[in-house]
């Protein structure tokens, strides 16, 4: 059985009720899920169903909204790829922040720019992950001082990704290039090794890395059996033959 999706093990009691109750759409509600959404930050635990109830509180108050507690919650679902949890957060997003910014003379509204900016280069990382881009990803992350900044308050952003990187893989693959894994994992040297064995608990042999079997990268051969009974096969040959010239 599948684990619900407002389903969060480390979600508060608190927290909790006001999932529940009426005062999840009370707008006195978005300080509190704010302070928990900071705490997901800096504690390493997620809770998507909160965030994306933060979110319609900020569709129906927008002058409620904060752009840094927007892009946390976008760094936050990014680490759950491949779950849909980014893509989620941006349908609750103000349309503004999903357009590319205007080229024209005319200047956007004071905190357009910098959140739809943000928006972007994170829906960049997204759609290089969905990709399974991962080297890509990983010197797009280095090449701007915004993505330092837009990813500094998430505590262990690069780790967690590292471990959800190296999950994705495991699921695909039984043996890969030790370089080409050090390019997805973004990582070189003794540091690699110990990722890769301590962590992942993987075996590394020369040049070649071994994941070791699993339900998703077992090969299965499949059988697929026609049953066609005599009587169908006949009135197809049938037909064929009463078909006009």
């Not at 999932?19 to 899920?33: H, I, K, M, Q, S």
């Not at 992942?200 to 009974?229: D, Q, S």
Request: charged fraction near 20%.
């Amino acid at each position: 059985m599948g684990v619900p999706f407002d389903y969060a093990p480390d979600r508060p009691d608190h927290i909790e009720q006001i999932l529940n109750g009426l005062d999840r759409y009370n707008p006195e509600t978005t300080a509190v899920f704010q302070d928990y959404v900071m705490q997901q930050c800096e504690n390493q635990t997620y809770d998507c169903y909160a965030n994306l109830a933060l979110l319609k509180l900020y569709q129906f108050n927008p002058h409620l909204a904060r752009d840094e507690t927007i892009t946390n919650i976008l760094v936050k679902a990014l680490i759950v790829f491949p779950n849909p949890d980014f893509s989620l957060c941006l349908s609750l997003l103000p349309t503004h922040t999903l357009a590319p910014l205007s080229t024209s003379s005319q200047a956007p509204a004071a905190g357009d720019a910098p959140l739809s900016e943000a928006v972007q280069k994170l829906n960049i990382l997204n759609s290089l992950l969905g990709g399974a881009d991962y080297a890509t990803f990983w010197s797009t992350l280095d090449s701007d001082d915004l993505y330092a900044d837009l990813v500094a308050d998430v505590s262990g952003f690069e780790e967690q990704m590292r471990v959800r990187i190296a999950g994705t893989v495991a699921q695909a693959i039984r043996v890969v290039d030790r370089g080409i894994l050090e390019s997805w994992l973004n990582l070189q040297g003794k540091e690699f090794e110990h990722f890769v064995s301590s962590v992942c608990g993987w075996t590394i042999e020369g040049k070649k890395v071994t994941v070791p079997l699993n339900k998703e990268n077992e090969a299965k051969g499949t059988v697929v059996r026609e049953n066609v009974k005599f009587d169908q096969f006949s009135r197809v040959v049938k037909r064929a033959y009463e078909q006009p010239a």
